[in-house]
Every structure is written in structure tokens, then in C-alpha cells.
T-cell receptor, first 118, second 117 residues
Framework: GAVVSQHPSRVICKSGTSVKIECRSLDFQATTMFWYRQFPKKSLMLMATSNEGSKATYEQGVEKDKFLINHASLTLSTLTVTSAHPEDSSFYIC??????????????FGNGTRLTVT | AQTVTQSQPEMSVQEAETVTLSCTYDTSESDYYLFWYKQPPSRQMILVIRQEAYKQQNATENRFSVNFQKAAKSFSLKISDSQLGDAAMYFCAYRSALAGANSKLTFGKGITLSVRP
């Protein structure tokens, strides 16, 4: 089955530093990847849609300069949280759909990254 | 914009019994896909079942089945013979059939299901 690898699974950083989260599709190609943020016991909120070779599309209210997204290849998208603050602490999840997937094919999710900013 | 509503924040079921999780959605589109995802404590998102809006037949996957009522915009999940491993947060999700690969998933708020031994 389709596997999405997300790294790191946990990260603790100091306020003011930047953190990069990687999302890789291991056995399929994905022109589009999605980045979600999830607070404890809450739903997944879409942050941005990452497109290979072009700029990401951000959802309303998400700061582009704060959450930098790069989709450099068909198998890798990265999310960089710049100048992190404690309020950025959250669970971040990436997902991807196979380039050659059927119209009803589901998203495949990474295992998520728990970010804690101290 | 499409919205997905899960009005029950929590539910509990006795092991081996049946439970139904409710979901409604709002859309002006006629072609779309609906999904139920499970998120156990590990927080890995796991696809439980999917339904294409153009199909009248309700989807079934082993102990999991849906009751898809397109006119009522309702998409409930029935779990039969509940097992302890079914305890998790369940999310209902909608995806437009338009926009191809860029079509995003819109999630409901989720429901926490507990299973009593």
C-alpha cells in the first residue's frame, strides 16, 4: 500500500528557532501534498496545499512567511515553521494522493509530527 | 464552501455491540466523495471506508458500513461487533470530485468512540 513517511515524529525547539518537517511519499509520486494542523482532541485543519514545482496555496488565516512550504520533487514536501513560538506547538500531519490514483482514491497520511516550542 | 458536521463529540459502545456514528454535510455539488477516517491514540490517520456520491449502494468493509442518504446529505458509519481496537477518534470527511488532485479533504470535528469491555 501507499506509504507516506513524515519526519521527525517529535521535535522540541526553543522559541525563535526554525523547524523543518519532511513529508515523503515512499512508493508513489504525488504532485500534491496537503499539510494539516491538529490540536488535541480536535479536528484536522488544512493549512496549505503543496504543489510540486510551484508555490503552495495557503488557507485563509495561515501566515505564508511563518509556515514555509517547499515541494521540490514528486516525492518530497517540507514544512518549515520559522521563528517558532509556543503557540505554534501542535501536531502537524501531511498527506498525499498518488499522481496516478483513481478519482476516488483516498489521501495517505504521514504519522504526524508533534512540535513543542519552549 | 462545503461543511461537514459531526454533532456528537463522544459515544460509547459495549464490546460486541453495534454503534452508529452520525455525519451530515452541506454542499451544492452533485459529484463528490465521502470518507470515514479513524485516528487511534497513535494519531495515525486510517481510512475506514469511502463512498462515491454517484453510487446508490452503501459501501461496506467487513464490520464497517455506511448509510448514505444523498438527498438528506447524511453519511453515518455503523460499526458492528465492536472491538476494543475500534476505540479511537473518528472523522467524517468530504472531498469534491472537481479540481482533481488538488481537491482537498474537509473534515468534521470528529467523535471520540470508547468501547467498554
Amino acid at each position: 500500500g501507499a506509504v507516506v513517511s513524515q519526519h521527525p515524529s517529535r521535535v522540541i525547539c526553543k522559541s525563535g528557532t526554525s523547524v523543518k518537517i519532511e513529508c515523503r511519499s515512499l512508493d508513489f509520486q504525488a504532485t500534491t501534498m496537503f499539510w494539516y494542523r491538529q490540536f488535541p482532541k480536535k479536528s484536522l485543519m488544512l493549512m496549505a496545499t503543496s504543489n510540486e514545482g510551484s508555490k503552495a496555496t495557503y488557507e485563509q488565516g495561515v501566515e505564508k512567511d511563518k509556515f514555509l512550504i517547499n515541494h521540490a520533487s514528486l516525492t518530497l514536501s517540507t514544512l518549515t515553521v520559522t521563528s517558532a513560538h509556543p503557540e505554534d506547538s501542535s501536531f502537524y500531519i501531511c498527506s498525499a494522493r498518488a499522481l496516478t490514483g483513481a478519482p476516488n482514491s483516498p489521501l495517505h497520511f504521514g504519522n504526524g509530527t508533534r512540535l513543542t516550542v519552549t | 464552501a462545503q461543511t461537514v458536521t459531526q454533532s456528537q463529540p463522544e459515544m460509547s459502545v459495549q464490546e460486541a455491540e453495534t454503534v452508529t456514528l452520525s455525519c451530515t454535510y452541506d454542499t451544492s455539488e452533485s459529484d463528490y466523495y465521502l470518507f470515514w477516517y479513524k485516528q487511534p491514540p497513535s494519531r495515525q490517520m486510517i481510512l475506514v471506508i469511502r463512498q462515491e456520491a454517484y453510487k446508490q449502494q452503501n459501501a461496506t468493509e467487513n464490520r464497517f458500513s455506511v448509510n448514505f442518504q444523498k438527498a438528506a446529505k447524511s453519511f453515518s458509519l455503523k460499526i458492528s461487533d465492536s472491538q476494543l481496537g475500534d476505540a479511537a477518534m473518528y472523522f467524517c470527511a468530504y472531498r469534491s470530485a472537481l479540481a482533481g488532485a488538488n481537491s482537498k479533504l474537509t473534515f468534521g470535528k470528529g467523535i471520540t468512540l470508547s468501547v467498554r469491555p
